[in-house]
Each structure stands twice: as structure tokens, then as C-alpha cells.
T-cell receptor, first 113, second 116 residues
Framework: GDSVTQMEGPVTLSEEAFLTINCTYT??????LFWYVQYPGEGLQLLLK?????DKGSNKGFEATYRKETTSFHLEKGSVQVSDSAVYFC????????????FGQGTILTVHP | KAGVTQTPRYLIKTRGQQVTLSCSPI?????VSWYQQTPGQGLQFLFE???????NKGNFPGRFSGRQFSNSRSEMNVSTLELGDSALYLC???????????????FGQGTRLTVV
């Protein structure tokens, strides 16, 4: 079945630092790839997505590129803010597995002023 | 456009009882998925419904069941509650039309179930 390996946290950064959260996956078919973010006490929000190889998803300064050859979808941001503090989840959605996102364990990010 | 609505937000139940959680998807979305989130196991897929049919199911015991109505609203039911069922239950809606692959899922805020 599908699986995700996400960079272990927690990750603690100072404001304006560079962020990378690594994600590698295995999935059946040709998956779509997603990053979700969860703020305390809330559900998951879609952060960005990519649906085919070499696609770059971007949103709110975050970026991730669909690398089929390395089965990776690393999340990056050039300059983090305190408001980015949250839990980040990488999730492939296998093309033959309707409605099922396979989540990594999540990476807790804390950004200090 | 209204988002995904889950009710209730919080529930406290006793072991052995049963519980029903409700989810109203985004208008026009016919796919509804359910997930259980716990500190130990993370986010785990329960099941997915599309046009009132269960298309996909995770590895949970038969005590966990669901259904979808003709207006795409969905309910999940947990019977004979156990302490380990305490979790945040998240519902997600998406388009996921047949043979089009998985599109992005939009999540509700979840129902926090506590079993005592």
C-alpha cells in the first residue's frame, strides 16, 4: 500500500529562516501529491498540491516540486513567520485509491520571533 | 461557498455506548472521506463514499460504519465504544469523479470524541 516518510520534528526556527521539510512516498499508480497544514485545535487545510511530475505547487510563500524519479515532494519556504507555526503533513493520493490520502506522521514547526 | 461542516464539535460518551457523527460536504462535492486522528497513530483513513456508495475502506473493525445520503451528507457511526476510540474524527469532501483520480480534499474542523 501507499506510505509516506516525513522529516521528523519538531523543527524550531527563528523568524525569517529558511524551511525545508522532507517528504518521500511510495504509492500505486500515478499519485497526486498534497501538503496540508494543521493549526492548533483545527482541521487540516490544503497548503499546496501537484498532480504530475515536475509540477511545482506553491501557496503563501511555500513551494514543493513533484519529483517522480526520487518519489519526493519536499516543502520549502524562504522566510518563515511566527504565524507559520503549525503541524505539516505530506500526503500522496494514489490514483487507484479513491478518497484516500495517506498521511505522514506530521512535522511540528515552531517559529520564534 | 460554505466549507465542510461537522457536527457536533465535541462529544463525551461512555464505554459501550454508540455515537453518530455528521458531515456536510461542500456544495457540489459528491465524495466524502472520514479519518481518525490520534496522537499515537496519526491520521488514519476510515472510509470514502461517493454518490451513496462506499468506494474505499481502511483497516478498522466493523464497529466503525458510515453512510452517505442522496444530498451527499454523510454520517459515521461507532458502536460499542472503547476508550481507544477517543480521537479527533475528520471529514473531508472532494470532487473525485470516477476515473479522474484524486482531487484535493477539503477538511472540516473535526469532531473531538472522548470516551470515558
Amino acid at each position: 500500500g501507499d506510505s509516506v516518510t516525513q522529516m521528523e520534528g519538531p523543527v524550531t526556527l527563528s523568524e525569517e529562516a529558511f524551511l525545508t521539510i522532507n517528504c518521500t512516498y511510495t504509492a500505486t499508480g500515478y499519485p497526486s501529491l498534497f501538503w496540508y497544514v494543521q493549526y492548533p485545535g483545527e482541521g487540516l487545510q490544503l497548503l499546496l498540491k501537484a498532480t504530475k511530475a515536475d509540477d511545482k505547487g506553491s501557496n503563501k510563500g511555500f513551494e514543493a516540486t513533484y519529483r517522480k524519479e526520487t518519489t519526493s515532494f519536499h516543502l520549502e519556504k524562504g522566510s518563515v513567520q511566527v504565524s507559520d507555526s503549525a503541524v505539516y503533513f505530506c500526503a500522496p493520493a494514489g490514483g487507484t485509491s479513491y478518497g484516500k490520502l495517506t498521511f505522514g506522521q506530521g512535522t511540528i514547526l515552531t517559529v520564534h520571533p | 461557498k460554505a466549507g465542510v461542516t461537522q457536527t457536533p464539535r465535541y462529544l463525551i460518551k461512555t464505554r459501550g455506548q454508540q455515537v453518530t457523527l455528521s458531515c456536510s460536504p461542500i456544495s457540489g462535492h459528491r465524495s466524502v472521506s472520514w479519518y481518525q486522528q490520534t496522537p499515537g497513530q496519526g491520521l488514519q483513513f476510515l472510509f470514502e463514499y461517493f454518490s451513496e456508495t462506499q468506494r474505499n475502506k481502511g483497516n478498522f473493525p466493523g464497529r466503525f460504519s458510515g453512510r452517505q445520503f442522496s444530498n451527499s451528507r454523510s454520517e459515521m457511526n461507532v458502536s460499542t465504544l472503547e476508550l481507544g476510540d477517543s480521537a479527533l474524527y475528520l471529514c473531508a469532501s472532494s470532487l473525485n469523479a470516477p476515473r479522474r483520480g484524486n482531487t484535493e480534499a477539503f477538511f472540516g474542523q473535526g469532531t473531538r470524541l472522548t470516551v470515558v
